[in-house]
């Protein structure tokens, strides 16, 4: 490898980052890992390559000419490269660990800053001469968009991002940098601006003592991190600003454009922010300039571009200048504002026609540079007469193929996918020309036997280009093949074959010569997707071989079509043809091969021996041998296997020679190999992994040259030889000598063809063009997109090379087959006719039995595809329907869960009978064990409290004198007479007023003893428990009331009951009185039973509910089995007929059947007149009017007797209904009640809630004030030590600095102590001259310079120009002609030599004093910070005592809650009161002792009235006894007449009538028993009947266990004489076919019963499965379905 080498020949590219200046004349941009460097004068190239990985961040430093960039890989490094020389400079490596995503260098100095992303989001600042980093800070998770230094003062940054703005200062102190940040406040999106308070401190508001002190909204929020000091709520969110670009001014102002449209001006200093207007716009005299594209668009599309570009008026770029404030975004107009005040004016210079991205200007600033968001790059000159230059006119998409043209040593040319065809000169990488296609491009190649170019395009067309002349190349022929995408074009090495693949696996051959008008030969078919094309011709034989790469969905396999090509298809390619252009297999003798791996490339050697591969899932390049033709051979296994030391997929391309195989990946590196032993002969870095390597490569005929395109970079490069040996440039010289001269002659010859062709295409242009220019503007947009150049658009109707095949095809087919086509036609008609009747009469029908009109279609191949999609539809619905209905079961899972099955309770209504009354019970949940744990520990806490409270008592109470004379006895008595006070405090305690309570809790027996007195409230724990114990007497409450409604509940079921039994004797009087009156019979309403909620009948389902094929079967054997039993029930039963006809059905005559009781009348009485009667005949007439008017007085009798039982039935249902009534009345008023008490117990939760959360409230804002203070605490103890470390800084500063002073003074007063022995006159001189100072020429700042910031210099190279200028200012006054004379020359030169040293001293004060001011300066801003920290912890100490204060006073300031009746507190005029300040609240031991005197004289009154009172209620006594024993007589009358009334069936009957019942039910007992051993007897002899044939079948079991054992040993010697014979085998080294075939078909088997194991398993889950839904549907929608 040592003996070869590539090197970079040229790269060609386009921006699409970083563009920048190196200097006045060059500019810099970065294309994939490549820096390219064009002159913009001359438009030389210079090109640096970075070899680990592609190029991030870009900067350039103008006045040193170095370019700085960061390579994108895991922990990257800055490199700084000198220009033009391209040597590195230095090597920058800093914290960063992924990528630096921003670079900048200071305008004046050595300073580099660079911000690096994720995860460390880290701004450091260099020095880049020193390779140090002076200072850096972390700011996570701050994303920055564009960072620059202020020109005018270096110490200043601008970090901008799309949501915030912060200018970083610089503060210095000698050697110590440190970074300052401060946050822009940025206006809100309508422009108004948002005063923000300090978040940390509370506002003064008013705060009301009732609710507790007033804290911020972080308090209440909970938060106690460093984010409690920014936290908003979302209601004060307002949206800003979004910077999306900002510049400096000259007046250290900062403009900023932003996302909005709005132009904001900020004071580097003040950060005040000022949105400027715009003046009323005025209308510019004049055209704008505008740049003419190269693209070709239609007038329509370039109007639809410009008023999309002009509604986007975003900023993207803006430059500073003198003349205004230059700016350009997404319209593609360069403007300038020119600002005054807080407004500005607009004036247009230039029109790009395109989104702009970046201008800058250049170093001197008589240029800007423009550059678009697709990468063209453009300069615009300032002057009289403006100038713009091209020097970047990018392309549109990525590149998608590369290739040289015909002979390869001169031009080469590529093309992107969006169809822009690119020329370059090979030699120095320069535009030839360029063609722009209109259409999208998949695929390229030059032809080797003419100067025409083929181009595969996704609407399926072949474009040939003429490049016979070079710089205009032309389409010629248009050529449509398919609807499809054409992917692969493929010429062969001669040049007379055009192989193109397709995206739907078709192969088309072509004519590759323009004199053959590139004629179709036809096509053949692969069966998956294509991947490369590879061909060779073999000149033995005269046969062009093809091998096609195909992607299968086997990914372990590639499979590998290959197919020849005789010559006869090129002199006859109609016989090598079907009628449909399909090549004959006959012909083109098709083979298909597998591979072992799976390949991503494959290309054929060119000896038609051998392929490569390139693998995808291990890491090898492998050679496999191609089998002869009579070769059985299915499978290729590779002969050579090389490690490919690629990583990704990567492709193989061979050389025109066919010695080197170069193969190339994801990685961008490109290897070439040696053909014979896929050795690496070079290897190099063409790319980098980040722009997903190398997408298309190409060689040279002459092997010199290499072009190699990238993925997603966008950059062309070509290599060429730097070393190669004698032997390898050899072989690729004969072989190029060889084809040189037929490549020729084919040229040559092939030229008047495409000078033809190109003729024929000028002539189609200007027809095209005159037609166009006489159609309108609609039918120019729908027929013919811009004709000239393609003619895609306008062939949109054309009918393809395939099409036209298969119809003319099918023309020669209907031809041959006319007459039966007529018949047919015939008999359609006829169908057609019935079907139409058919049609009609299903109008006619009902709409449920109409049919749709597609089950009337006789088309069997549409009706199967409507019948397939109406079954995928339905399939499809089916499932989105189940879908639902399980999300919707879930959700009716959960939901009942949590509200249905959890409740103990449920929810239940209860409605009256007679009016509209309802009343709820309580839902409750059972207490969970949690709750019970919790209640049972305050109880016990409550009784340690007490028993702690009883003994602290006694040891307070208890002397120690009078203990010491105490007995047990008197111990003893003490002791129980203790425990009898705690007894009567307890009750008294549990007596206590509900008002004291706060609630009426007690009227429900509610134990008020556990609670804690109101006033005793303080703790924390004390209010939890308090919650707990109120929550238990709420719960106690509703377990009372949901008892009275229980029991209310089952009063109304009794009632219901009660009516149901009178109502069935209602109905039976109404029968027989023949009234029309309706029984009222109550029912339970659905509040009233909440579970039928939850039940669905079938009658609620409205639709028709699906079945299953089984559910339908089952239901149609239930359906038959119901008619049978119903057949068998009416078949004749003579008993029962004789019955009805005899005795009307019935055995006996009741009382209630007198009303149907008719007197039949004499038969001679409807046929004779009374006056032809005999005697007989009138008796009977006689009799029968007296037993018709006996019958009639006894039906009336009863009717009236019945009326009286209805009417005292229906009243007593009435009274019975309305006494529930005023029950149900009653129960409402106590659950009003029960509601009131428990709203009053849930008040006292809620303010005990309200309480702990403003204790919770208060503990978090104390938590936030210390975390704060200790911050703050930490932040100036560091203050505190750069406060002392830069104070001593300056102090030794300062004492170098006075040292300096004391020196120079010890100089000039050395100065007259050396002259001492001159004349006095010659002294006076030489100290006038001692003290005389050279004038320095100041610098005449040029007024028509239009540099805005001044020259840029660095700041040690100011200091040495300074230096330097005095110094040679000296030069002049140390001149011999200022000597005074008669001095001594001598002693003139010692007097320059001093004052020269004076003078240097005097410099170095001045620096001295600079840099000690600086120091002073850095010490006061530490300061500044340190005192600033100190009055925040003074205000946090502040807060913190306000804070105590509050806690305490709310602490104190109980919440108590009293019950109050109505009418106890009465104000006059509504003068309510509700200041409480001096108000207390006073014991009511004193109340009571007053109320217990009044209270006792009122008893003496209360029992005189008492005595009164029970006399007159013995009289009343006496009254009401006297109504209850009438009320009691009625009622035992009425039991008499229910039991009158009673029920009596046949089976009392039975009872009473059998006199020895017992023993007929031991009959019946004893006859059971019989049946039931005479079915034990059947069963023990079928038992024994099973056991013998279980024993016969042992033994027919041990039989063949005898017989297996014997096959076993068989079996095993056959084993071993098996092996034996395979050990022979293999030791003779032979292994046949068939033990190959053997093994696959047995491994094939194997897999095959494993599979059908898998489907079983899955089967049955399905089943499962089925079974499972099938339970949850007839859970939820039962069928009654009888089993």
Not at 242 to 259: D, F, I, K, R
Not at 330 to 354: M, P
Request: charged content about 30%.
């Amino acid at each position: 490898m040592s003996a070869t080498a590539l090197t970079l020949r040229w790269v060609q590219g386009f921006p699409k980052q970083n563009i920048d200046f190196i200097n006045k004349n060059t500019i810099c941009y970065t294309c994939g890992n490549y820096l390219i460097f064009i002159n913009i004068e001359n438009g030389k190239r210079s090109v640096l390559q970075c070899f680990y990985g592609n190029v991030g961040a870009m900067a350039t430093n103008i006045p040193f000419q170095v370019v700085a960039f960061s390579n994108r890989k895991l922990n990257p490094t800055i490199y700084l490269y000198n220009f033009p020389d391209l040597n590195r400079r230095s090597k920058l490596q800093g914290h960063a660990q992924l990528d630096y995503t921003l670079l900048e260098f200071s305008y004046c100095g050595t300073y580099l800053a660079s911000y690096s992303a994720v995860p460390e989001y880290e701004l450091t600042l260099w020095n880049w001469e020193k390779k140090v980093i002076l200072c850096s800070k972390l700011q996570p998770g701050v994303e920055v968009s564009q960072m620059t230094f202020n020109p005018m003062n270096w110490h200043q940054l601008c970090l901008s991002g799309a949501s915030a703005l912060t200018i970083w200062n610089v503060e210095k102190s000698e050697k110590n940098y440190h970074f300052k940040a401060k946050s822009v406040s940025l206006p809100a999106e309508d422009g108004a601006y948002s005063n923000e308070a300090d978040g940390i401190f509370s506002n003064t508001e008013v705060k009301d003592t009732a609710l507790g002190s007033a804290l911020l909204v972080s308090a209440i929020a909970g938060l106690v991190g460093v984010e409690a000091e920014t936290f908003k709520p979302k209601d004060d969110l307002h949206p800003l600003l979004h910077p999306t670009v900002h510049c400096w001014n000259s007046t250290n102002g900062l403009y900023v454009g932003c996302e909005e449209g709005h132009i904001l001006l900020i004071n580097g200093e003040s950060l005040l922010v000022t949105i400027l207007n715009r003046f009323p716009e005025v209308t510019q005299e004049g055209n704008l300039p505008t740049l003419i594209s190269s693209t070709i668009m239609t007038t329509e599309e370039k109007w639809r571009q410009k008023e999309i570009l002009s509604k986007d008026t975003s900023v993207n770029t803006m430059a500073f200048h003198k003349e205004g404030l230059f700016v350009s975004g997404n319209d593609g107009i360069l403007h300038s504002f020119t600002v005054k005040e807080t407004h500005y004016k607009i004036k247009d210079y230039f029109d790009v026609q395109e989104p702009v991205e970046t201008i800058l200007f250049s170093p001197d600033y008589t240029l800007l540079l423009i550059e678009t968001i697709k990468g063209s790059v453009y300069t615009y000159t300032f002057g009289e007469e403006p100038k713009v230059k091209t020097i970047l006119d990018a392309c549109g998409g990525n590149i998608q193929a590369v290739d040289f043209i015909t002979p390869g040593n001169k031009y080469c040319m590529s093309v992107t996918i969006l169809g822009e065809i690119y020329i370059w000169l090979l030699e120095n990488g320069s535009l030839v020309s360029k063609l722009h296609l209109g259409t999208e491009v998949n695929d390229m190649a030059c032809c080797p036997s003419s100067l025409s170019v083929a181009v595969g395009t996704s609407t399926g067309y072949i474009q040939f280009l003429d490049i016979t002349n070079i710089v205009l190349p032309v389409v010629v022929h248009n050529v449509f093949l398919t609807r499809s995408s054409i992917q692969h074009v493929h010429y062969d090495q001669k040049g007379q074959y055009l192989i193109t693949g397709t995206s739907d696996g078709y192969i088309f051959i072509l004519n590759a010569k323009p004199s053959k008008s590139f004629q179709v030969l036809g096509f053949t078919e692969m069966n998956g997707n294509i991947v490369q094309i590879s061909t060779v011709y073999i000149s033995k034989t005269n046969l062009l071989e093809i091998m096609v790469l195909l992607k299968t969905s086997k990914s372990e396999r590639s499979i590998l079509e290959i197919f020849y090509l005789p010559e006869v298809t090129l002199s006859d390619p109609d016989n090598c043809c079907d009628v449909r252009g399909r090549l004959k297999n006959d012909i083109i003798e098709r083979r298909s091969y597998e591979t072992n791996h799976c390949l991503t490339s494959a290309i054929l050697d060119s000896h038609s021996e051998q392929l490569f591969g390139f693998c995808s899932h291990v890491p090898y390049i492998c050679s496999y041998g191609i089998p002869e033709k009579d070769s059985t051979d299915v499978v290729l296994k590779p002969e050579i296997k090389k490690e490919s030391r690629h990583f990704g997929t990567g492709i193989l391309c061979l050389s025109s020679h066919g010695k080197w195989l170069a193969s190339t990946a994801k990685d961008g590196i490109l290897s070439l190999r040696n053909r014979n032993d896929l050795e690496i002969i070079v290897q190099t870095q063409c790319h980098s992994y980040q722009g997903q390597g190398i997408q298309s490569l190409a060689f040279s005929l002459d092997g010199h040259s290499i072009i190699v395109s990238g993925r997603e970079d966008g950059a062309l490069v070509c290599l060429k030889w730097k070393k190669i040996t004698e032997s390898l440039a050899q072989e690729a010289s004969e072989h190029f000598q060889t084809f040189l001269g037929i490549l020729n002659n084919s040229i040559a010859k092939e030229k008047d063809a495409l000078m033809e062709l190109r003729d024929i295409q000028h002539t189609w242009d200007l027809i095209s063009q005159q037609s166009a220019f006489y159609k309108s503007k609609s039918t120019v947009d729908s027929f013919s997109e811009d004709y000239s150049g393609v003619r895609d658009g306008a062939f949109k109707q054309e009918t393809s090379w395939l099409e036209k095949k298969n119809h003319e095809a099918n023309r020669k087919e209907v031809e041959e087959f006319s007459e039966k086509k007529k018949e047919l036609k015939e008999g359609i008609k006829a169908l057609a006719k019935t079907i139409e009747k058919m049609i009609e009469e299903n109008d006619l029908a009902s709409e449920t039995a109409q049919l749709e009109l597609q089950e009337f279609t006789l088309d069997v191949e549409e009706m199967k595809r409507l019948h397939n999609d109406n079954e995928k539809e339905v399939i499809k619905l089916r499932k989105e329907t189940e879908m639902e209905n399980l999300a919707k079961m879930y959700l009716w899972k959960i939901l009942k869960e949590e509200c249905w099955d959890s409740m103990s309770v449920k929810g239940q209504g209860l409605m009256s009978f007679h009016t509209h009354l309802q009343v709820q019970n309580f839902p409750m949940k059972e207490q969970t064990p949690e709750e019970l744990e919790e209640m049972e520990k305050v109880l016990q806490q409550l009784q340690h409290q007490a028993t702690e409270l009883k003994l602290r008592k006694e040891i307070v109470d208890i002397q120690s004198t009078s203990s010491l004379e105490k007995t047990l006895a008197e111990l003893r008595e003490e002791e129980e007479e203790e425990e009898e006070d705690e007894e009567k405090s307890v009750k008294r305690d549990s007596c206590l007023p509900s008002y004291e309570i706060g609630s009426l809790c007690t009227s429900f027996g509610a134990n008020t003893s556990t609670l804690i007195n109101q006033l005793e409230i303080h703790t924390r724990d004390e209010k939890i428990n308090q919650i707990i114990l109120l929550k238990d007497i709420i719960y106690k409450i509703k377990t009372t009331f949901n008892k009275q409604f229980n029991s209310t509940f089952q009063q109304k079921m009794f009632e219901i009951e009660r009516v149901r039994e009178k109502n069935i004797r209602i109905q039976e009087i109404i029968m027989d009185l023949d009234l029309e009156e309706k029984v009222w019979q109550p029912e339970i309403q659905d509040c009233e039973k909440p579970d039928l909620i939850l039940t669905v009948e079938d009658d609620e389902i409205k639709f028709e509910k699906y079945l299953t094929p089984w559910e339908k079967e089952q239901a149609e054997i239930a359906a038959a089995f119901e008619l049978k039993q119903r057949l068998l029930a009416m078949r004749d039963d003579s008993r029962r007929q004789a019955l009805k006809e005899m005795m009307n059905g019935v055995l006996e005559v009741k009382k209630e059947d007198i009303l149907k009781m008719v007197i039949p009348q004499p038969s001679f009485m409807s046929h004779k007149i009374p006056e032809i009667w005999n005697e007989e005949e009138r008796r009977q007439a006689k009799d029968y009017e007296k037993k018709l008017k006996e019958l009639t007085d006894e039906k009336e009798k009863y009717k009236k007797s019945l009326d009286a039982e209805l009417r005292k039935i229906q009243g007593s249902i009435q009274e019975m209904t309305q006494t529930f009534d005023n029950n149900l009345r009653n129960l409402f008023e106590r659950k009003v009640e029960a509601e009131m008490v428990i709203n009053q117990e849930e008040l006292k939760i809620t303010n005990l809630v309200f309480s702990l959360l403003l204790d919770e409230e208060i503990n978090t804002r104390e938590l936030v004030l210390n975390n704060f203070l200790e911050r703050k605490q930490m932040e100036k103890k560091y203050a505190y030590k750069e406060v002392y470390r830069a104070r001593d800084e300056v102090d030794t500063y300062r004492e170098n600095y006075d040292n300096l002073i004391a020196e120079d003074k010890v100089i000039e007063r050395g100065f007259k102590k050396e002259f001492a022995e001159l004349s006095s006159h010659h002294a006076e001189l030489l100290c006038k001259l001692f003290r005389r100072r050279p004038r320095m020429a100041k610098q005449k700042q040029n007024i028509e310079s239009t540099i805005p910031f001044g020259e840029r210099l660095g700041s040690g190279k100011i200091k040495k120009v300074n230096l330097l200028q005095i110094m040679k200012a000296m030069d002049d006054l140390d001149n011999p002609r200022h000597m005074p004379e008669g001095l001594d020359p001598g002693v003139w030169q010692y007097f320059c030599a001093a004052r020269r040293t004076k003078i240097e001293y005097e410099y170095r004060v001045k620096q001295k004093a600079a840099d000690l001011l600086e120091m002073q300066a850095f010490l006061q801003k530490r300061i500044e910070e340190d005192e600033k920290l100190q009055m925040d912890i003074d205000k946090i100490f502040q807060e913190q005592f306000v804070l105590q204060k509050d806690k305490c006073s709310y602490e104190m300031n109980l919440t108590i809650q009293f019950l109050l009746k109505q009418g106890q507190v009465e104000v006059e005029n509504f003068h309510f009161k509700f200041d409480f300040s001096d108000t207390i609240i006073i014991s009511r031991n004193i109340i009571e002792d007053l109320n217990n005197t009044i209270r006792t004289q009122a008893q003496r009154k209360i029992a005189h009235m008492v005595e009164n009172k029970n006399y007159h209620k013995g009289i009343f006594q006496i009254e009401w006894e006297h109504k209850k024993m009438v009320m009691e007589m009625e009622d035992l009358n009425q039991k008499a007449w229910d039991i009158q009334s009673l029920f009596f069936s046949k089976a009392h009957q039975r009872y009473l009538k059998e006199q020895n019942y017992d023993i007929m039910l031991g009959s019946q007992i004893l006859l059971m028993e019989q049946t039931i051993a005479a079915i034990d007897k059947a069963h023990k002899k079928n038992v024994d009947i099973k056991k013998q044939i279980l024993e016969k079948l042992r033994k027919i079991n041990s039989q063949k266990d005898s017989a297996n054992f014997t096959l076993s040993c068989l079996l095993y010697e056959e084993l071993v004489a098996n092996t034996e014979r395979k050990n022979i085998c293999q030791s003779l080294g032979f292994k046949l076919t068939y033990e190959k075939m053997f093994k696959e078909r047995y491994e094939a088997a194997i897999q095959q019963q494993r599979l059908i194991d898998i489907s079983k398993q899955q089967y049955e889950e399905i089943s499962i499965l089925q079974a499972e839904v099938e339970r949850l549907r007839m859970k939820t929608f039962p069928a009654l379905i009888h089993m």
